[in-house]
C-alpha cells in the first residue's frame, strides 16, 4: 500500500457513504404515459420561455436537523442569470453574466467572491447544467432538459400520476417518480395544469439504516416573459473583498495545466500493459472511479455519450477503478458494456501520482501528452474535449 492512500480514504469514503441511501435493484419498468407525457410538455414548456423569475423555498428535514434556504431566481434566455440565496446568516449571490460563473458569498466569518468561464456559446441554456445554481432537481426544466433522461436526467423505474390538487391556488398534477436503481427514492412533482410549470418538487429518501431524509422546492411568484431592466445580470465584485478561485484539491499538490501527465504503467483488467505512450496523439480523458460510487455511476452515461460524439475522432477514455475486488469492477462493465479500458487500483498505486483524494475525479490530457484539464465536468469538459481535438 502506498505511503499517501491512507489520507485518500476518507475522500474515497465520502463518495462510498452514497450508498447508504441506496438500494440497488431490478425493477421492471412502470411508466404512466399520461404522467410521462405532463412531465415532457413542461420541459417543452420551459424551453419555450425568454425569460423566468420565481420565489424558490428549499426545506430539508435531516437526522442533521430542519433547514431552509430562501431563492430569488432571475433567468433571461440563453445564458444569463442571477440567484440571491439566504441561509440563516449566509447570503449568496450565483451570477451568469453571459461568458462566466460569478459566485459571492457573505457569512459571519467573512466575505469573498469568485468567478468561473461557462462552457462556450455554442451551449444554450443548457449552461444552467454546469454549476446547478437553482438547485439539481429543478434545473433540468429550466435548461430544457428531461429530467428522467440520460445523459444529464435520472432514468426511472417508476412514473406514476396521482390524484391531483391545489398549491397556493394553482391546480396542479401530481407525479411521483422512482429511480431505476435507488427503490428508497421518491420524487413527487407538482405541476401547473394551464401553465405546465414546476411548482413543488419534493424528495423522499430513507437509508439502509433507517435514516429519513426529506427535500423540497417550492416555487411562487413566478413570471414568464418577463423585460429585465439593462444591467440586471452584470455582476459587480464587492468592494475590498478578496477573490477566491475555486480549489480542485485542498489536500495535496494541484496539477497543473500544461504540464507532462505522470506515467501511468499499469495492467489493465485482462491483464494487457496499459502506458499514455499507447494513446499518443489522441485526446485522453483519464478517469479514476468505482463501482460503488453513486456519484460515479451517475456520470456514466454522460461519459458514454462523449465517447460516442467524439472516439471518431481521437479521443478516448481510460478508466482508474478503486474496487476493492476485481469482481465487482468486472461485473459493473460487462452489465453497463462499458467499452474502454479499465485498471484496477485498489491500492491506489496508479491514482497517488495524480493526487486523487476523491472520486469521481478525471484529467483531460492532450495528443501531446500534457494536461489539459483536471476535474471538469459536463459541458465544460465537452468543450475542452472538443477544443483539444481542434489542435
Known amino acids: 500500500m502506498n505511503t499517501l492512500y491512507p489520507k485518500k480514504i476518507t475522500q474515497l469514503l465520502l463518495c462510498a457513504s452514497f450508498l447508504s441511501a441506496t438500494t440497488f435493484s431490478a425493477r421492471a419498468a412502470s411508466i404512466n404515459p399520461k404522467a410521462q407525457q405532463i412531465v415532457e410538455h413542461s420541459v417543452k414548456t420551459y424551453r419555450s420561455l425568454q425569460s423566468y423569475q420565481d420565489t424558490a423555498v428549499q426545506s430539508s428535514v435531516t437526522p442533521a436537523g430542519k433547514h431552509t434556504t430562501r431563492q430569488v431566481i432571475s433567468w433571461k434566455a440563453p445564458r444569463f442569470l ?8 449566509h447570503h449568496l449571490i450565483d451570477n451568469y453574466d453571459g461568458t462566466h460563473y460569478n459566485y459571492t458569498s457573505v457569512d459571519d466569518s467573512g466575505a469573498f467572491w469568485s468567478n468561473e468561464p461557462l462552457p462556450d456559446t455554442s451551449y444554450g441554456r443548457q449552461v444552467l447544467l454546469q454549476y446547478q445554481p437553482v438547485g439539481m432537481f429543478f434545473t433540468p426544466f429550466l435548461a430544457g432538459e428531461n429530467p428522467f433522461q440520460e445523459p444529464f436526467g435520472i432514468p426511472m423505474s417508476s412514473i406514476i400520476l396521482k390524484n391531483p390538487g391545489t398549491l397556493g391556488g394553482v391546480k396542479v398534477d401530481t407525479i411521483v417518480a422512482t429511480p431505476k436503481d435507488d427503490s428508497r427514492t421518491h420524487f413527487t412533482y407538482l405541476i401547473g395544469q394551464k401553465d405546465h410549470l414546476i411548482r413543488r418538487i419534493t424528495v423522499q429518501s430513507v437509508t439502509v439504516d433507517g435514516d429519513k431524509y426529506h427535500i423540497s422546492e417550492t416555487h411562487s411568484n413566478i413570471k ?7 444591467g440586471t445580470f452584470t455582476f459587480h465584485a464587492p468592494a475590498n473583498t478578496p477573490l477566491k478561485h475555486p480549489q480542485v484539491d485542498g489536500m495535496g499538490q494541484t496539477l497543473n495545466v500544461g504540464d507532462a501527465a505522470p506515467v501511468i504503467n499499469a495492467k489493465n483488467i485482462k491483464g494487457n500493459s496499459v502506458t499514455l505512450e499507447k494513446y499518443k496523439g489522441k485526446v485522453l480523458l483519464v478517469d479514476f472511479w468505482a463501482s460503488w460510487c453513486v456519484p460515479c455511476l451517475r456520470s ?15 479521443f478516448d477514455i481510460l478508466g482508474i477503478s478503486s474496487d ?22 485498489p491500492e491506489g498505486s496508479a491514482a497517488e501520482p495524480y493526487n486523487v483524494m476523491y472520486i469521481p475525479y478525471s484529467v483531460l490530457i492532450g495528443r501531446d501528452g500534457k494536461i489539459i484539464a483536471v476535474n471538469k465536468d459536463k459541458l465544460l469538459l465537452d468543450s475542452a474535449i472538443r477544443n483539444a481535438l481542434k489542435q
Open 224 to 230: 414568464t416573459n418577463l423585460t429585465f431592466a439593462p
Open 82 to 89: 442571477n440567484v440571491a440565496t439566504i441561509s440563516g446568516t
Open 324 to 345: 476493492i475486488k476485481l469482481s465487482d469492477l468486472n461485473k459493473f462493465i460487462k452489465e453497463e458494456s462499458i467499452p474502454w479500458q479499465q485498471i484496477f487500483d
Open 300 to 314: 456514466m452515461p454522460y461519459l458514454k455519450s462523449l465517447r460516442q460524439k467524439y472516439h471518431g475522432q481521437g
